[in-house]
């Protein structure tokens, strides 16, 4: 059995309030020896209060401002001691067993960096989540898609992604990374500020030649929306922005200009479908 004291859980929030007393209790139920740690991105409700009355147990890490998720993460990682972090949001629900398909998967082979586990709704738990239910690729455009949605056509789960295998990139909303491989690289991109910094980090860790992995053998309920809702439009603008941005940082240098050019002209024509 592997140790479960080399994770840390790590929580970050910003005035959710309602979201720790739903969720805080299975990760305290089910996540054994793991570190578990909010780190409060300078909430303005009374988060911190929650915590203090309702679980004492969990650490807490207090950041000066709301940096939002990229830079919150990088500042409150620099924080936690642990071979392992598991970045998880704070409207997720886990299960029984969450933790150690991941530990077993990373402590197989060292030169997977990440993982996520599969992801189902916590609305309609017969189904599939949104952002990333079961592991996410990239086009030659660098336009991200995942196993379990087209579009905005969601999956029923019927175990077609119980397995365990490689892809490109892990969900931001429960990422398993080993630590030492996420300060290397920098974290994320600050620049970000959400939304498709998960997909950034984990092009540049398998540019720096390490796997990213789901499996299938571990399942959580994902809420969605709880940062920025789907259908914003500071959302929409964000993912069009860093995905751009991503493709120009992380792409070879060959074809580099020619698909960028291309990716304008397809984003200009989908921009008309949101504005």
């Known amino acids: 059995m592997n140790n479960l004291s080399d994770i840390a859980v790590v929580i970050l929030n910003y005035n959710g309030r309602d979201f720790l007393k ?28 929650v915590i203090k009355q309702g679980f004492p147990e969990i650490n807490t890490i207090i950041l000066p401002e709301n940096y939002w998720f990229a830079k919150g993460y990088n500042q409150a990682l620099k924080q936690v001691k642990a071979k392992y972090f598991v970045l998880l949001n704070s409207d997720v629900r886990v299960s029984e067993n969450w933790l150690q398909p991941m530990l077993s998967l990373l ?6 960096a990440a993982c996520q586990p599969k992801i189902l709704d916590d609305k309609s738990p017969e189904y599939f989540e949104y952002a990333s239910p079961a592991g996410g690729f990239i086009d030659y455009l660098g336009y991200p898609f995942c196993r379990g949605r087209i579009f905005d056509t969601i999956e029923k789960d019927e ?38 910094e998960e997909i950034d980090l984990c092009w540049r860790i398998k540019n720096a030649g390490y796997k990213i992995y789901t499996c299938g053998e571990s399942t959580i309920y994902h809420w969605g929306g709880g940062t920025l809702n789907y259908a914003s439009f500071r959302k929409t603008f964000l993912n069009f922005r ?22 304008l002209i397809l984003d200009g024509v989908a921009g008309e479908h949101y504005w």
């Open 22 to 49: 739903k969720y805080l209790p299975s990760v305290i139920q089910y996540s054994g020896d793991a570190q578990i740690i909010v780190a409060d991105n300078a909430s303005t409700d009374d988060s911190l209060e």
């Open 107 to 112: 402590e197989s082979d060292s030169s997977i």
């Open 159 to 196: 175990g077609q992604y119980n397995d365990t295998i490689e892809v490109f990139w892990a969900c931001g909303a429960c990422m398993f990374v080993r630590a030492d491989i996420f300060q290397e690289l920098g974290g994320f991109d600050d620049d970000f500020f959400a939304h498709q």
């Open 242 to 263: 860093n995905s751009l941005a991503m493709v120009y940082k992380n792409h070879s240098p060959e074809g580099l200009a020619k698909d960028i050019f291309l990716r």
